[in-house]
């Protein structure tokens, strides 16, 4: 607290616990001890911002653990004694219900928590803003909020509520879904650029090799991948659907790979290549790994999860639990897109556009100041102009809570009987477009600099 709230005290003193609480209520500089670095204030905000969504992602996981899932009866009015549950009645049995009715409760709070200050950061221009205090600063109040809100989302009637919910739930995953795909093409071409820069400047060779093998790995996965696909999730007389949309996303990538790498292609951007075809391919593999495992056809989808009103499993196979592969590998992109978003900008000023993010150099001084005077905090960055755009970036955030919450819940949904989830074949379209405008829209970053030549893509 000496560096980052500028007050010298006993640690011993009773006024200790005060001035915790005083750095707690305030700005984001005061979050910072001496043992940490210094950092621009607009990064610590977007940190804490994604720790609130990390903390309501883990509390939705241990919502669906089977032990705490029983648990969850003893809440009043949340399943028994509650008139409906998912407008089934009170004798019927919801314990199968439970853990996914608290997902979407809990993916609810955290949506509306994002919205709410997404409203009141509505063109905010820089840190002299009287709302930029509230947006970096407050910490422990805003936790207050999203408490609140989370418990009040709790008391929420059944009725159609999971059943509206879920169709929000699918239009925030798709927008999340693309964004995702931004990231990753942004990624993909940084890092490209990246290697070959680093081959222009020294052992071109060991670069050179290493691009090779990075890209013979992807591919040789995605290959695999495609193999298992058709073995597991298609029969030699059946799924014509899984057969259909398997073959499309095969042959969308052979097209990509193949333009990216045409002369004409590679006069306009140098730095085009496999690198990045390979990276496309292999997430447009998963994405339609994840989109057969929506299926709702039980010869066609091996991992079919399907729990009725007593919570025992229909068909022939045994439900263990409601997570899969492809939720795992689902989170886990989750979590490096969102800390993608929170911590760095795009080397592509066209990226950066896209995104509503800047490079800014208002807080050079600070940053110098900072340094000069030996202090570890954060500083403020933002006097002429904010670094990013506070309203997307909680959109954004919005959108993650959207996403994380059908991925818990496997894009399940309750029937028309109200009286089993089961996966819909809403899931399987909103996840296959997602991999289609995905690989149209690194088609057209290959393409662009020929259709608009008088347009800069550098």
């Known amino acids: ?73 003893k809440l009043p009015g949340f399943c028994e004694g509650s008139g409906s549950v998912l407008g089934v009645q009170t004798h019927i049995d919801c314990g199968s219900f439970l853990g996914h009715k608290a997902v979407y409760r809990m993916g609810f709070a955290m949506a509306a928590f ?17 709302r930029a205090a509230v947006q970096n600063g407050f910490w422990f109040f805003k936790f207050l909020v999203l408490v609140g809100i989370t418990v009040g989302a709790f008391y929420i009637p059944d009725g159609a509520f999971t059943s509206v919910w879920f169709y929000f739930g699918v239009v925030g995953s798709f927008l999340f879904i693309l964004i995702q795909l931004i990231l990753l093409i942004d990624f993909a071409h ?43 999730y298609t029969k030699p007389k059946d799924c014509t ?6 073959s499309i996303n095969l042959i969308l990538s052979l097209i990509v790979s193949a333009v990216s790498i045409l002369p004409k292609i590679q006069d306009a951007q140098p730095h085009s290549g496999l690198l990045q075809s390979s990276l496309i391919t292999l997430y447009t593999i998963y994405v339609t790994w994840s989109a057969l495992a929506n299926v ?4 066609c989808n091996p991992t079919l999860l399907v729990r009725n009103s007593t919570g025992s499993a229909m068909g022939t196979q045994l439900l263990t639990t409601w997570w899969d592969a492809p939720s795992i590998v689902g989170l886990v992109i989750f979590i490096l897109c969102t800390l993608f978003i929170s911590i760095r900008s795009s080397d592509h000023p066209q990226v950066n556009k896209l995104m509503l993010t800047e490079e800014s150099a208002s807080g050079a001084g600070s940053e110098a100041a900072a340094v000069e005077s030996g202090l570890h905090r954060a500083y403020d960055n933002e006097q002429d102009s904010v670094s990013y755009n506070y309203t997307f970036f909680h959109l954004c ?44 829209l690194y088609l057209w970053t290959l393409v662009a600099p020929l259709v608009l030549p008088d347009r800069d893509f550098s």
Request: with cysteine; charged share 10%; proline share 4%.
């Open 1 to 73: 607290l000496d560096a980052c709230c500028g007050v010298n005290f006993d640690p011993c003193d009773m006024g200790m616990f005060l001035l915790q609480v005083s750095c707690l209520c305030g700005s984001a500089p005061c979050l910072l001890c001496g043992c940490c670095p210094s950092a621009k204030n607009s990064t610590i905000s977007r940190l804490l911002f994604t720790f609130f969504l990390f903390l309501g992602t883990l509390v939705s996981i241990v919502m669906i653990i089977p032990g705490v899932e029983k648990e969850l009866h």
């Open 296 to 299: 709702p056809t039980q010869t």
């Open 241 to 246: 659907e899984g057969k259909i949309l398997i």
């Open 114 to 130: 994002f919205f709410l200050f997404a409203v009141i950061m509505v063109c905010v221009r820089s840190s002299k803003d009287p």
């Open 190 to 232: 940084s890092w490209s650029q990246l290697w070959l820069r680093n081959a222009d400047e020294s052992n071109a060779k060991g670069w050179y090799a290493a691009l090779c093998i990075v890209t013979f790995i992807f591919y040789t996965t995605s290959v695999a991948a495609i193999v298992l696909l058709y073995i597991y």
């Open 397 to 440: 955030l919005l959108l993650a809570a959207l996403y994380i919450m059908m991925t818990l819940t496997n894009w399940y949904r309750p029937d028309e009987s109200l009286r089993v989830l089961t996966s819909p074949w809403t899931a399987v379209w909103v996840k296959i477009c997602s991999s289609w405008a995905g690989l149209l």
